[in-house]
C-alpha cells in the first residue's frame, strides 16, 4: 500500500467518530487523499476474511451460514476490536499507517487482546468497587453492583460479542461516560463509580443514610424506589456545609443555616456565584485531603454541573431543591404503637359501656384508659357511640400530638408545608365522617398559634 | 463517497470466480454419477443462492454448502442432467429455509444428510413433499426438542 504524506493532510482526531473508528478513519482519508480506493478494498476483503475465520470458530465448523443478524453481530465485534487497537495508537495517522503495514488480520488479533486485558481489569476493579460501596437503601445502586455489573461481567464474550453492552445498569452516575460501547464502557463506568465510592466513604454512612431521607422528604418520594445518584446529593451538600464554615465531613445543614446560606446567596450578584462555588469546592478537597488527581478531576466535572444547578435555581428561586436541610427527627407515636390492637371482646365491650347513658367525661376517661392505638382510637370514634358533646369534650382531653395525627388522617392527600395555614386547609376539607366533622370545628376554635403547632408536627408526621 | 466504506456483507465482495471454480470441482465426484455442471449452470447455481440467501435472511461465505449439496446429491437416483441445476437449487432453498426454522439447531452436514434420505426413501426425487411434508416432521421434532431421538429411530427403520 502506498505511503502518503501526513505532513499536509493532518487528519483530525475531532472529525472521526471513536464507536466507528475504522470506517471514519478511512472515509475521512480517502477524502483528503491519504488513502486509495484500491488500498480500502484491499482492508475491506481482508475484514472479509476475518469474518471467515470468527464465523468458523462461532459455528464450530458446523455450520457456513448464519442469519444476517449474527453476522452484522460479528461483524460488529471484529469492527470493535479493531477499532480498539487503532484507538490505542498516538494519532490517527499512526492508525492509518498501521492499517497500511499490517494486516487486518494481526490488528484485529491485537485488539482482541486488549479487549480481553480490559475485561480482566475490569474484573479486577468492579471486586474494588464493590469492597468499598456505600452502604444504602437505594435499589438501583444496590441491584447495578450485586446483579448487573456481575452478569454482564460473567456473560462478556470479546470473541463474538466485543461490542455488546447489554447490561441490566440503572444507576445513573453524576457524569455521562464517553465511551458507549462494549467493555471500555462498562471499565469506564465502573472506574467513576469507584471514584463516587471513594468520595462518598469520607462521610459517615449514618449521615448519608439521613441525607437521602432528607432528601426523599424534600421531594416527597419514597427515595430508595428513585433514579438519584448520591455522589451528587452528598457532593452538593458538602459543598454547602463547607460554605457555612462547618466541617468538610458535615453533610447535615439545619433550617435556620439553611434559610441563612440562601439569604447570603440570594444577595449575591450571579455573576459571583462559580467563583465562591469553586473556591468552596477547592476548600471541601483540601479539606477532605483528596490528593487522588483522578478523583480531583472528577469532583471538578461534578463542579461545573453544580454551578450550572445553583445558578438555574437562583433564577427560579428553587434552592432549597438543591440544598437539603435537616428534617426534625420523625416522632415516633410511642404510646399509639408500643401496643397491639384491641382484643374484638374487649372492643365490643368498651362499645357497649360507651353506649349506656353516662356524660361527656366518663365517656372520654373510659376510652383513654383503654384505647392505645390510633387504629382502635378511630375506630372507637366511628363506633356511633358517641354523640356531638362527647366529641369536643374528648378531642379537649388530647395533646397535640394525637390531635396533629388526627388532623392528619383526615387530609392525608395534601401536600403539607408551611406556605398554606392549617386554618385555610381545614375551611377547605370535606369531612365525610361525623367524628370529621367535629374535629374540623375543634381545630378551626383553636388559636392560630395552637394552630401552628399542630400543622408543625403534622409536618413531621408526614 | 461515504458509502464506499460500508462493510456489508454481500457475495459481491466475495471472489465470484473463486466460487464458481469451487461448484464446478464437484464435476470430480458427480461425474461418476453421469451428472457435470458447466459454468453457465454454476453462475445460475449461485446467482439463485445469492437471492435465496437475501430472500432468507441469511449470510453465507464461499461456496458455503453448495458443493457439500451437490456431492451428496448427485447420487440420487432421482436427479439426471436434466433436472440437475434446478433440483440442486430447490435444495438450497430448502436447506436455507430449515436452517432458519431449526434456529441453526442442526449442523449442515446433519440436515443434508437428513434431506437425502428423505428425499430418495419418501419423496421419489419430489422437493415439494420433501418440504411440505418430510421436513416438516424434522421441524416439529426439534422445535420440541425431540430431533435427535427422531434421526435415531429413522435411521434404525433405514436399516431394517
Redesign the interface.
Known sequence: MNNLPFSKHPLKPSALNPDNYLVSLLNTAFASQLISEIDIQTIQAQVMDVFKEVLFRYTGGLSSSVTTATAQSLINSILYCIDARLLALNSPEESLRELQSKPVSEIYKDGLILVESCLEETRQLYALTKASRIATDLIAYNSTIDKGLPGFLAYYDPRFRAHDTMADIDYPLASNCLNQRGIFYIQEYIRMLNLENQFCSRFAESDISRLLQNYGRTYHIDYPEFLLNIFEIVFTNAVFAVMLGQGACHLSISKSDSDFLRSQLYSLDLSLIPTVLKQTVDRLIVQLGISNSELISYIKSAENSLIHRVLQALKNDSLDKILISDFPDRIESATLKQHEIMKDADFRNLVNQLSQPVDSQTKSALILDNIHTLTDFIDILEADCLDSQDYQVLFQHLGDLELSMLASQIMPDICWDEDAPLMQRLSSTHAEKEWEAQLILYLTNMSSEKLKVIQQLIIQLV | ??D????R?SLD??AKQHIIRQIMSTNAVSGQFGLALNEADAEQILAARHII?KNL??????S??ISQLIIVFCRSPFINQENYTSVIIDLIEAF?YF??ETR?EI???ELIELMKERFDNYCAGSTELLVSRELEDVLQAVRQEKYYSTLCCDQNEVSE
Open positions: 463517497m461515504s464506499l466504506i460500508q462493510f456483507l465482495s466475495l440467501l435472511g441469511r449470510v453465507e461465505v464461499e458455503g454448502v436455507y436452517k432458519n441453526d449442523s449442515d452436514m
